[in-house]
């Protein structure tokens, strides 16, 4: 049942000596989930299900007047994304609308329910990134993102080996454990064991990691020392903070894979609002419906650092 908000709850508001209010709207929140997570549409069903497909292997040499050997590709895991539902709403008197009308309590109220809405997007969002290295949380293959035993390169026989997109011993940011996932990113195969070039595109810290994110990737020389070396990995990816991430040492880098960090929406957030006959009240609200994850583990190497 709506819990319905009167006058009464807001005598400052109304009270017609006061003409100004304090709102706690704040200009100052910008979407920092789509920076990382690609946004596509969802498909008219309640969940969209992503195959990982592999393809052939290289191609073997082949001596004059033999025939062309032939491979074949295959799907290797399936991901599901569920279209959770996320709503809020209120609910304020008529009289509560005539006498709050000179501060226009209703679209204030709507914009906090907006706010409600997006910081609830936003810790979706947040929280793929605060869960890469918790092993309830799986992906398509069946494990978390950040993890050593991704499934690796498509094997027709038993003891293929697993592939890591985790540093082998968790770091903290430096410029020596930077540079080593950079290696790791570079040495990246697909599932048939074909070298695919992945590149690096942001550095990911939460807030406390941020001015050591700069130095190491703004400045000429290395950073630390006090040599002349040059800054091998200057501008190699952008730095990125995310103010909702929980962990202060957790870092990742984020790459050009394909189908990776995505956002599928089956309904973006939308606004209805109706009134009750009996108490003359107004009731609003605003839902969405989203889902959020990875289908390709490529798409992001970290380390829950130290």
Not at 60 to 86: E, N, S
Not at 141 to 158: K, P, R
Request: with cysteine; aromatic share 8%; hydrophobic share 40%.
């Amino acid at each position: 049942m709506a819990v319905i908000q009167r006058s009464t709850d807001f005598r400052s508001v109304v009270a017609p000596i006061l003409n100004q209010v304090a709102d706690g709207v704040y200009k100052q929140r910008k979407d920092e989930y789509k920076e990382l997570f690609a946004q596509e549409d969802g498909i008219a069903r309640s969940y969209h299900e992503e195959p990982m497909l592999y393809g052939m292997g290289n191609a073997p040499i082949m001596p004059d007047g033999t025939k062309v050997p032939y491979d074949a590709g295959g799907q290797l895991f399936t991901k599901r994304y569920a279209y959770d539902i996320y709503g809020i709403g209120f609910a304020i008197t008529k009289v509560l609308e005539e006498d709050g009308d000179h501060i226009r309590i209703g679209s204030i109220l709507s914009k906090h329910a907006m706010q409600s809405v997006v910081e609830t997007v936003e810790t979706v969002h947040a929280n793929i990134m605060n869960r890469a290295f918790n092993s309830t949380y799986k992906g398509g293959d069946g494990v978390e993102l950040c993890s050593n035993a991704h499934i690796g390169a498509v094997s027709f026989t038993a003891g293929a080996a697993a592939v890591s997109n985790v540093l082998a011993t968790s770091a903290a940011l430096s410029q020596t454990s930077f540079e080593q996932m950079l290696i790791q990113i570079r040495s990246a195969e697909d599932p048939r064991g074909k070298k695919i070039r992945l590149a690096p595109k942001k550095l990911v810290v939460h807030p406390a990691n941020m001015l050591q994110a700069a130095v190491i990737l703004e400045s000429i020389q290395r950073s630390g020392t006090a040599n002349n070396d040059v800054n091998p990995v200057k501008g190699d990816a952008d730095v990125y903070v995310m103010s909702r991430l929980t962990s202060g040492t957790a870092w990742w880098v984020t790459t050009d894979a394909q189908n990776g960090l995505k956002t599928l929406w089956r309904r973006k957030p939308e606004t209805s609002s109706e009134g009750d006959f009996d108490t003359d009240s107004a009731r609003f609200k605003i839902t969405t419906r989203f889902g959020a994850g990875w289908t390709d583990w490529r798409a992001a190497y970290g380390t829950p650092g130290t």
